[in-house]
């Protein structure tokens, strides 16, 4: 059996201390929130440098994987607990996420959307993004957590990357064509936290065998404030993390916006789908190139020089040898 808290609207911080909780009182457990205020997270391999500093919401480093994401009252949160050592038919991530977004996706479905789980850790309608997710290890227990979108604003999104002003602008693009949200899904009818949270709920009850129980409030309160005070302490905000040779940001699963740091290079903006391997969308090309392109194209199709040299980096494969190019 496991517990299941309906915690409904909290605080922005208690939001996360929620989850990072739980691992330290050795305890299982599905939570249902969603933030009073709109704020950030970063992921905790995440580099600073990925958030725009100017942007007017408070920031939070999570001890779990997945990239930085903008936060509200527009999304539900589902946050699952585990403690492996009961779950032993679970071994790798893929079994971890399908077992934890089960219940997800079969709510959605039940809504009438043909909803997928998207490995590693998205779940998609439409083969659109309405359920990113991350997952790590907090103390002992294996952590899972997730939204589903009820609307998003993209311009907030991309107002809290850091970036120039084309690259935000690439990326509300980018998210606009691989982001769907159930008030979109619904052609504009508004959906609500209070809304989706119970009917989440039935699933995660008749799915995974969980039982709503009130919240040790309490009990728990002392530990929250302790855990949440944690996650926002500079040194821990500052940490340094992944940095790839070129600015990058995650539209969904597979999908990712691309620009070079080195200020001498080219200029340019790419989509790169890094699953099947192709440039889907340019901006700032000095030549007019046919997209998708897929490495072979890339040679036959873009001059050589450093532009096609920079495509090659964001599209993480090797340069091509002039002399076979």
């Known amino acids: 059996m496991l517990p299941l808290y309906l915690a409904g609207d909290v605080n922005w911080l208690m939001s996360q201390a929620l989850y990072h909780g739980l691992p330290v009182l050795h305890e299982e457990g599905i939570i249902l929130c969603w933030p009073k205020e709109p704020y950030v997270s970063l992921g905790c391999h995440q580099d600073w440098d990925d958030f725009d500093e100017n942007a007017p919401v408070p920031v939070v480093r999570r001890r779990v994987g997945g990239s930085l994401v903008y936060l509200d009252n527009q999304q539900v949160f589902f946050q699952i607990i585990l403690d492996p050592s009961k779950h032993p038919r679970l071994k790798t991530p893929d079994q971890w996420y399908q077992f934890a977004l089960t219940p997800v996706i079969a709510c959605l479905s039940h809504l009438g959307f043909s909803a997928q789980f998207k490995p590693p850790a998205d779940i998609l309608v439409q083969n659109r993004k309405i359920s990113g997710n991350a997952g790590g290890q907090i103390e002992d227990s294996v952590v899972i957590v997730g939204n589903v979108l009820l609307s998003f604003s993209l311009e907030m999104m991309a107002r809290v990357r850091k970036g120039s002003v084309q690259f935000k602008q690439a990326f509300a693009e980018a998210m606009s064509r691989h982001l769907v949200t159930l008030e979109e899904?619904?052609?504009?009818?508004?959906?609500?936290?209070?809304?989706?949270?119970?009917?989440?709920?039935?699933?995660?009850?008749?799915?995974?065998?969980?039982?709503?129980?009130?919240?040790?409030?309490?009990?728990?309160?002392?530990?929250?404030?302790?855990?949440?005070?944690?996650?926002?302490?500079?040194?821990?905000?500052?940490?340094?993390?992944?940095?790839?040779?070129?600015?990058?940001?995650?539209?969904?699963?597979?999908?990712?916006?691309?620009?070079?740091?080195?200020?001498?290079?080219?200029?340019?903006?790419?989509?790169?789908?890094?699953?099947?391997?192709?440039?889907?969308?340019?901006?700032?090309?000095?030549?007019?190139?046919?997209?998708?392109?897929?490495?072979?194209?890339?040679?036959?199709?873009?001059?050589?020089?450093?532009?096609?040299?920079?495509?090659?980096?964001?599209?993480?494969?090797?340069?091509?040898?002039?002399?076979?190019?």
């Not at 309490?218 to 790839?244: C, D, F, N, S, T």
């Not at 490495?295 to 090659?312: H, I, K, M, W």
């Open 185 to 325: 899904l619904t052609r504009g009818r508004t959906w609500t936290p209070d809304e989706v949270m119970p009917l989440l709920a039935q699933f995660f009850v008749a799915q995974m065998d969980a039982h709503i129980m009130d919240i040790p409030w309490e009990r728990w309160q002392p530990m929250l404030e302790e855990v949440g005070a944690q996650l926002i302490k500079p040194q821990w905000l500052h940490a340094p993390g992944y940095r790839p040779p070129y600015h990058q940001v995650k539209v969904r699963e597979g999908v990712y916006l691309r620009q070079p740091r080195d200020g001498s290079l080219p200029d340019v903006i790419a989509e790169v789908d890094t699953e099947k391997k192709l440039l889907t969308a340019l901006w700032n090309s000095p030549f007019d190139i046919p997209l998708p392109l897929t490495q072979e194209s890339l040679v036959t199709e873009v001059p050589q020089g450093p532009f096609r040299d920079v495509l090659f980096e964001l599209m993480d494969l090797k340069v091509k040898d002039s002399l076979l190019s």
